[in-house]
């Protein structure tokens, strides 16, 4: 069966996914639909659209609503990432087949291939293409942490900022698929590391600045990095961190480290050591400002970014140059009904994270967009910072995490008051389950109920969004706290308690995707095993995401939250078991558990059960010292809200302990252990509630 566009009644043309090329270049009714927003019904005149595309055709399906693309995206996969690869990129070679072709159910063998053999340079097209055409166009409006000392960059400035970068890495010997470490503050030198790394085929891998030295050391490690670009400090809500300290004791362990290359983003003094750092802001501009972009295949790496598993140490997942870039730029501009052109788009995310690296980063610069680097905090220098940036920077999205605004909240809403926010079109959220409250908020207080939202679902593995209301310009309905549909292109699956697909409506079970998509991580940087046992394995033929997922009556999605031993504190991602293991070195501690429970502010909070050796040392100082371990090892977010001292963990016949039953009790849910006398460990459990009764 063939689609076809329908206006008002009137067949107009077939919709087959081709490569129209008007005298701009190339065009096609794919992406004139989903730019000119198929769901408020076509507004442009029949004559209009077949003068554009000639082709008309006899079809029998017509696209008049969401669901009709939506479909069409399924059913004609290929065709349709085909069309969006070859318009929305700039191809040194243009590449032979959409994808390899395979699914996840021969998964053992799954490799992911997308654009097969095209020739790509993410630099080219996130900067060269938009300072060719419009160079004084602002690039990146970095939003510094003292209110009002923005800088903004044009496209040619960048490009020249970026080429010096990525020459004089290549100076210190980095080529081509080598990795590089970026611990850096979100700061202007940090878009221009990455990018110079794209530019020059190195795989960047940037480390959040909030992780400790020893976060940072095996990260350093895992990918062998020959250089480390950092800052003497950073400077976050009025306050210096010291990024660079932090870099020299995790490379006492590094000794492969040839060179700690350092910005210094304060005038503050800083240990400088001979044979390894370089001070960038001292030579950077000895560089020629041209630098010649390598040419990178679709399907080689662009860089890793290290997240949280439920078992191990984090695992750093792999992004391709090709499939990545594609559908970060593509969800960046439908989603947020993001105009290229004049928009200011205001992703307040830390560019350590994914969000910072799609929406910050390379979507928004693919699509030749402004994009704003947010280097503070919700509330410095007080509760109207985010207030006063989208007035003085006239955002026109703002994206952000629930966890922000529920803080904002609590200081009340006279904060909002005084400032305009009329520039504002679309909001955005990201990272966690946004509760009803919260999405209330933001529509009538910051979006004025003039504003839609859209709830992003995604994660590090998937690269971009997901599943998402779409697009924000759109007449799509909205459900406060839902993700609501799956974007173009994903086909997603709930699973249920046997491990089947479910096909019912009004349930809930574990969410997957039932094809491979674009922007999909690669695989785990040197563990392809683990890739495909964490992510291929669980439910044959489908990728986990590790979620829970409610599809209502009419199958839209509400994201329940994870449903493995992985935690979301503040929107920051971390593995139970990665502070068990921490916990358990503590010479005093015998066992520990560490559970989510639900927190009002931070979404989630760490819970950690521990079973003590006989000790000299009061429970206090014991609990003090295994914070600071946790600070020191990880990173503050993952510090334990609160420890409970129990004399033993309940345990499966297996060994396994039941983290359920331990989550319940920690959450105060202790109605709902259900009938305890049929465990075996009942007595256990009794002990554990007791112990918890008595601290709360
Ligand atoms: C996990 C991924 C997505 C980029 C930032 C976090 C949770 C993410 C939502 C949402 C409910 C969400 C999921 C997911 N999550 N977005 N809109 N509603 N939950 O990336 O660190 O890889 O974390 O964040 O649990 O699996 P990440």
């Given at each position: 069966e063939k689609y076809g566009v329908?206006?008002?009644?009137?067949?107009?043309?077939e919709l087959r996914?081709?490569?129209?090329?008007?005298?701009?270049?190339?065009?096609?009714?794919?992406?004139?639909?989903?730019?000119?927003?198929?769901?408020?019904?076509?507004?442009?005149?029949?004559?209009?659209?077949?003068?554009?595309?000639?082709?008309?055709?006899?079809f029998?399906k017509s696209i008049?609503?969401?669901?009709d693309?939506?479909?069409f995206?399924?059913e004609n996969?290929?065709?349709?990432?085909?069309?969006?690869?070859?318009?929305?990129?700039?191809?040194?070679?243009?590449?032979?087949?959409?994808?390899?072709?395979?699914?996840?159910?021969?998964?053992?063998?799954?490799?992911?291939?997308?654009?097969?053999?095209?020739?790509?340079?993410?630099?080219?097209?996130?900067?060269?293409?938009?300072?060719?055409?419009?160079?004084?166009?602002?690039?990146?409006?970095?939003?510094?942490?003292?209110?009002?000392?923005?800088?903004?960059?044009?496209?040619?400035?960048?490009?020249?900022?970026?080429?010096?970068?990525?020459?004089?890495?290549?100076?210190?010997?980095?080529?081509?698929?080598?990795?590089?470490?970026?611990?850096?503050?979100?700061?202007?030198?940090?878009?221009?590391?990455?990018?110079?790394?794209?530019?020059?085929?190195?795989?960047?891998?940037?480390?959040?600045?909030?992780?400790?030295?020893?976060?940072?050391?095996?990260?350093?490690?895992?990918?062998?990095?020959?250089?480390?670009?950092?800052?003497?400090?950073?400077?976050?809500?009025?306050?210096?961190?010291?990024?660079?300290?932090?870099?020299?004791?995790?490379?006492?362990?590094?000794?492969?480290?040839?060179?700690?290359?350092?910005?210094?983003?304060?005038?503050?003094?800083?240990?400088?050591?001979?044979?390894?750092?370089?001070?960038?802001?001292?030579?950077?501009?000895?560089?020629?400002?041209?630098?010649?972009?390598?040419?990178?295949?679709?399907?080689?790496?662009?860089?890793?970014?290290?997240?949280?598993?439920?078992?191990?140490?984090?695992?750093?997942?792999?992004?391709?140059?090709?499939?990545?870039?594609?559908?970060?730029?593509?969800?960046?501009?439908?989603?947020?009904?993001?105009?290229?052109?004049?928009?200011?788009?205001?992703?307040?995310?830390?560019?350590?994270?994914?969000?910072?690296?799609?929406?910050?980063?390379?979507?928004?610069?693919?699509?030749?967009?402004?994009?704003?680097?947010?280097?503070?905090?919700?509330?410095?220098?007080?509760?109207?910072?985010?207030?006063?940036?989208?007035?003085?920077?006239?955002?026109?999205?703002?994206?952000?995490?629930?966890?922000?605004?529920?803080?904002?909240?609590?200081?009340?809403?006279?904060?909002?008051?005084?400032?305009?926010?009329?520039?504002?079109?679309?909001?955005?959220?990201?990272?966690?389950?946004?509760?009803?409250?919260?999405?209330?908020?933001?529509?009538?207080?910051?979006?004025?109920?003039?504003?839609?939202?859209?709830?992003?679902?995604?994660?590090?593995?998937?690269?971009?969004?997901?599943?998402?209301?779409?697009?924000?310009?759109?007449?799509?309905?909205?459900?406060?706290?839902?993700?609501?549909?799956?974007?173009?292109?994903?086909?997603?699956?709930?699973?249920?308690?046997?491990?089947?697909?479910?096909?019912?409506?009004?349930?809930?079970?574990?969410?997957?995707?039932?094809?491979?998509?674009?922007?999909?991580?690669?695989?785990?940087?040197?563990?392809?095993?683990?890739?495909?046992?964490?992510?291929?394995?669980?439910?044959?033929?489908?990728?986990?995401?590790?979620?829970?997922?409610?599809?209502?009556?009419?199958?839209?999605?509400?994201?329940?939250?994870?449903?493995?031993?992985?935690?979301?504190?503040?929107?920051?991602?971390?593995?139970?078991?990665?502070?068990?293991?921490?916990?358990?070195?503590?010479?005093?501690?015998?066992?520990?558990?560490?559970?989510?429970?639900?927190?009002?502010?931070?979404?989630?909070?760490?819970?950690?059960?521990?079973?003590?050796?006989?000790?000299?040392?009061?429970?206090?100082?014991?609990?003090?010292?295994?914070?600071?371990?946790?600070?020191?090892?990880?990173?503050?977010?993952?510090?334990?809200?609160?420890?409970?001292?129990?004399?033993?963990?309940?345990?499966?016949?297996?060994?396994?302990?039941?983290?359920?039953?331990?989550?319940?009790?920690?959450?105060?849910?202790?109605?709902?252990?259900?009938?305890?006398?049929?465990?075996?460990?009942?007595?256990?459990?009794?002990?554990?509630?007791?112990?918890?009764?008595?601290?709360?």
């Open positions: 329908n206006i008002n009644g009137t067949d107009i043309c996914a081709i490569d129209y090329a008007d005298e701009n270049g190339h065009y096609n009714v794919v992406e004139y639909l989903l730019q000119n927003g198929i769901m408020d019904n076509l507004k442009e005149d029949s004559k209009f659209l077949t003068s554009k595309f000639p082709e008309v055709k006899l029998s008049n609503s969401y669901e693309l939506y479909n995206s399924i996969n290929e065709e349709f990432w085909r069309t969006l690869a070859l318009n929305r990129l700039e191809w040194f070679k243009e590449f032979d087949k959409v994808n390899n072709g395979l699914d996840f159910n021969d998964y053992e063998n799954y490799e992911h291939k997308w654009f097969i053999n095209g020739k790509i340079n993410v630099s080219v097209n996130c900067v060269d293409r938009h300072y060719k055409k419009n160079p004084n166009k602002t690039a990146v409006i970095w939003d510094k942490d003292e209110p009002g000392t923005e800088q903004y960059v044009t496209y040619s400035e960048l490009y020249k900022l970026m080429n010096k970068f990525s020459n004089m890495i290549r100076h210190f010997n980095v080529k081509k698929g080598d990795s590089v470490i970026i611990y850096l503050p979100t700061s202007l030198y940090a878009i221009a590391a990455m990018l110079a790394c794209a530019r020059i085929g190195a795989v960047h891998s940037v480390v959040f600045g909030g992780f400790s030295s020893e976060s940072l050391a095996s990260r350093i490690q895992n990918c062998q990095a020959k250089i480390v670009i950092t800052s003497n400090q950073g400077v976050r809500g009025g306050r210096f961190i010291e990024f660079k300290q932090t870099v020299d004791t995790a490379i006492e362990t590094c000794p492969f480290v040839e060179h700690v290359l350092v910005y210094k983003r304060t005038d503050n003094p800083f240990q400088v050591n001979k044979d390894k750092d370089i001070i960038i802001d001292d030579i950077i501009d000895t560089f020629p400002d041209e630098c010649e972009p390598e040419i990178m295949d679709s399907n080689d790496p662009l860089f890793i970014l290290f997240t949280s598993g439920s078992t191990g140490k984090p695992k750093g997942l792999v992004h391709s140059n090709a499939g990545y870039l594609l559908q970060a730029s593509l969800t960046q501009q439908l989603v947020f009904n993001y105009d290229c052109e004049k928009d200011v788009f205001g992703c307040l995310a830390d560019i350590g994270w994914i969000t910072g690296h799609s929406y910050v980063v390379y979507g928004t610069l693919c699509n030749g967009g402004t994009t704003v680097l947010f280097e503070s905090t919700p509330t410095y220098p007080d509760p109207s910072r985010y207030w006063q940036t989208v007035e003085r920077l006239k955002i026109n999205q703002l994206y952000l995490a629930p966890t922000a605004i529920r803080l904002l909240i609590k200081h009340g809403d006279e904060w909002l008051k005084k400032h305009d926010k009329s520039s504002l079109k679309c909001l955005g959220s990201v990272g966690e389950p946004i509760n009803v409250e919260a999405w209330n908020w933001f529509y009538e207080k910051v979006g004025e109920k003039r504003c839609k939202i859209a709830d992003t679902w995604w994660q590090t593995e998937t690269g971009a969004h997901c599943i998402t209301p779409l697009p924000c310009g759109s007449n799509d309905i909205l459900k406060p706290g839902m993700a609501m549909r799956p974007f173009f292109g994903i086909q997603l699956a709930l699973m249920d308690q046997n491990g089947n697909e479910s096909d019912t409506k009004h349930i809930e079970g574990m969410l997957c995707i039932k094809k491979p998509w674009p922007s999909m991580a690669m695989t785990v940087f040197g563990d392809d095993q683990r890739f495909k046992e964490t992510y291929l394995k669980p439910y044959r033929g489908y990728f986990f995401t590790g979620d829970g997922a409610f599809f209502d009556n009419d199958g839209h999605i509400k994201i329940t939250g994870r449903v493995d031993d992985v935690m979301n504190v503040s929107g920051h991602r971390i593995g139970t078991a990665e502070i068990e293991n921490i916990l358990s070195e503590h010479p005093d501690v015998a066992e520990s558990a560490v559970v989510g429970v639900p927190h009002e502010l931070t979404g989630e909070a760490v819970f950690a059960y521990i079973v003590l050796k006989e000790t000299q040392k009061s429970e206090q100082e014991i609990f003090k010292q295994l914070k600071n371990l946790v600070k020191k090892k990880i990173a503050s977010h993952a510090i334990p809200n609160t420890i409970l001292v129990t004399p033993n963990l309940p345990k499966t016949r297996s060994g396994k302990i039941m983290r359920r039953i331990l989550r319940k009790i920690a959450s105060n849910q202790i109605e709902d252990l259900g009938d305890l006398s049929t465990i075996s460990e009942s007595n256990v459990i009794e002990e554990i509630i007791q112990s918890f009764r008595s601290m709360s």
